[in-house]
């Protein structure tokens, strides 16, 4: 495996943080991290390839790692994919589940415990995806988004640690920050995502690629064998 690198004086990094910190974008979360200079970014070359793929899972435990030291809100890890930028919604959401398939089974294969805190099975309402074992949700961007807030020039997979959000419901914060990202989504979209849904009320795999999905979608993400995720 390589070694992580830092990007984030990268090109598409310095457009990506300008996109961020963007009076119109929504996620205040999202700002946060970058504000306080705990967003992590990368930058890969096609999320149509496994090329990057052996760079990639490294950087990401090395994220966790750092967080795990310090545990402070508001940290996020980003890929920001050079190609391809003609992307359709669905071709997208393959790609993207490509991605975090191939990772997955890195994970998996190295023995790395999934999140206990979480389901693995994509179906599940409690699902959501693990590295290092820590859970996480993934936010999908790309040229060709219908969501205004997810329409970036390049492929983005932004991975935010779900233990942050339960942090945030301890403290009482959660609601109120939703809320906020939400309204601001609204008024930058002209409507409310439709597949907005809250954790245990419905699978988070519908949210990632940011297209919008029937009750007859099937999540492409295997998930996990039993002895993979039991591994300590």
């Not at 190295?110 to 994509?122: K, T, W």
């Not at 996480?136 to 779900?162: D, I, K, Q």
Request: include cysteine; charged fraction near 25%.
């Amino acid at each position: 495996m390589h070694l992580p690198t830092d990007d984030s004086g990268h090109p598409l990094a310095v457009q990506f943080q300008d996109f961020i910190r963007s009076q119109p974008f929504p996620c205040v979360g999202a700002k946060s991290a970058l504000s306080k200079g705990q967003m992590k970014i990368v930058v890969a070359r096609s999320i149509a390839s496994s090329w990057d793929d052996p760079r990639l899972y490294p950087a990401l435990l090395a994220f966790i790692c750092r967080y795990r030291a310090k545990p402070d809100l508001f940290q996020s890890f980003a890929v920001i994919f050079e190609d391809p930028t003609d992307l359709g919604e669905e071709a997208f959401e393959r790609h993207l589940w490509n991605r975090v398939q191939s990772l997955s089974d890195k994970d998996a294969f190295l023995g790395q415990r999934y999140d206990a805190r979480v389901e693995a099975d994509p179906n599940d309402p409690h699902f959501s995806l693990s590295f290092g074992g820590e859970a996480f949700f993934v936010v999908g961007m790309h040229p060709g988004a219908s969501r205004p807030a997810r329409r970036f020039p390049h492929p983005v997979l932004v991975f935010n640690l779900r233990a942050q959000f339960e942090q945030l419901r301890a403290e009482g914060r959660y609601e109120k920050l939703r809320s906020a990202i939400l309204s601001r989504d609204e008024a930058l979209a002209g409507s409310i995502n439709p597949m907005l849904a809250r954790h245990g009320d419905a699978s988070e795999a519908r949210q990632y690629s940011g297209r919008a999905v029937g009750a007859d979608w099937v999540c492409p993400f295997r998930g996990r064998a039993p002895e993979a995720q039991d591994a300590a």
